[in-house]
């Protein structure tokens, strides 16, 4: 699954499949977090609390540009969280 960003010891990952929703998985130490893009709930996972409103933070500035990758299927580098 390709790296699409990482910032405070969080990494982003998007991978292309057949399963919806579009959504984007957040990996921190063990902690793991699957996140819907369109909605931004984490659907399934369990990070703790700080890194999960870390993600969201990212994921709100970044979220048309990961809709358009899983659109059209061709990854690139996000900006990590400032």
């Known amino acids: ?13 998007l991978f292309f499949g057949v399963h ?12 793991v977090g699957l996140f819907n893009i369109d909605t931004l709930e984490m659907i399934e996972g369990d990070l703790p609390k700080r890194a999960k409103e870390l993600v969201i933070e990212w994921a709100m500035i970044n979220k048309d540009e990961m ?3 899983w ?3 061709e990854f690139h580098k996000l900006p990590p969280l400032e």
């Open 20 to 31: 919806p929703p579009p959504h984007f998985h957040a990996v921190y130490g063990e902690y």
């Open 1 to 13: 699954m390709p790296e699409i960003a990482r910032f405070y010891g969080i990494v982003i990952k």
């Open 67 to 69: 809709k358009n990758m």
């Open 71 to 73: 659109d059209v299927q």
